[in-house]
T-cell receptor
Framework: AQRVTQPEKLLSVFKGAPVELKCNYS??????LFWYVQYSRQRLQLLLR??SRESIKGFTADLNKGETSFHLKKPFAQEEDSAMYYC???????????????FGQGTILTVHP | ETGVTQTPRHLVMGMTNKKSLKCEQH?????MYWYKQSAKKPLELMFV???????ENNSVPSRFSPECPNSSHLFLHLHTLQPEDSALYLC???????????FGPGTRLTVT
């Protein structure tokens, strides 16, 4: 079974402060991890995936297999980062390779001015 | 309209009603998904369609019946629902092996 845990439902920081959104997972195979984001009145959209190892909007996330974590970090938070963030883990759907995403419960990030 | 569209955006139905949710994707993708988002639970995958064939049914009750007539359209037929089925139903699509799924705005369903 695969599971994604985001321990913080709410996270508040001030503008310019570092931010870390926690994500832990359990999966018996080799995982693929993602962060999705939903800004106010917008759709859920992909923020970044661990395979690409890139920084998007200043956010990075490193897969730590030893700690089974995929925390999302940004050194200096901005007000426009306020949103709901979901960590997701991929699996297999039936006999095909199409994405089956298991989502965490989400963390609402609020960045205060 | 571009991307993934869903209609209706809001739906209120009684437990004896029959209704359908519609999803349309304008991205040329070949996989489509239904998710359920309840207030106190994580986003839950319900169904996956690949090339118009259902490849995943995630233990969803039979009162939810999906239909994928072509690669651009996905329906969720609802009948004799329960109040606990009230939730936001999200449709998504993706291309091939990409796990980047494009989501629609959702249909907010209330069962009375």
């Amino acid at each position: 079974a695969q599971r994604v845990t985001q321990p913080e439902k709410l996270l508040s920081v001030f503008k310019g402060a570092p931010v870390e959104l926690k994500c832990n997972y359990s999966y018996s195979g080799s995982p693929e991890l993602f962060w999705y984001v939903q800004y106010s009145r917008q759709r859920l959209q992909l923020l970044l995936r661990h395979i690409s190892r890139e920084s998007i909007k200043g956010f990075t996330a490193d897969l730590n297999k030893g700690e089974t974590s995929f925390h999302l970090k940004k050194p200096f938070a901005q007000e426009e980062d306020s949103a709901m963030y979901y960590c997701a883990l991929s699996g297999r759907a039936g006999g095909t390779s199409y994405g089956k995403l298991t989502f965490g419960q989400g963390t609402i990030l609020t960045v205060h001015p | 309209e571009t991307g993934v569209t869903q209609t209706p955006r809001h739906l209120v139905m009684g437990m004896t009603n029959k209704k359908s949710l519609k999803c349309e994707q304008h991205l040329g993708h070949n996989a489509m998904y239904w998710y359920k988002q309840s207030a106190k639970k994580p986003l839950e995958l319900m169904f996956v369609y690949s090339l118009e064939e259902r490849v995943e049914n995630n233990s969803v009750p039979s009162r939810f019946s999906p239909e994928c007539p072509n690669s651009s359209h996905l329906f969720l037929h609802l009948h004799t629902l329960q109040p606990e089925d009230s939730a936001l139903y999200l449709c998504a699509s993706s291309q091939g092996f990409s796990y980047e799924q494009y989501f629609g705005p959702g249909t907010r369903l209330t069962v009375t």
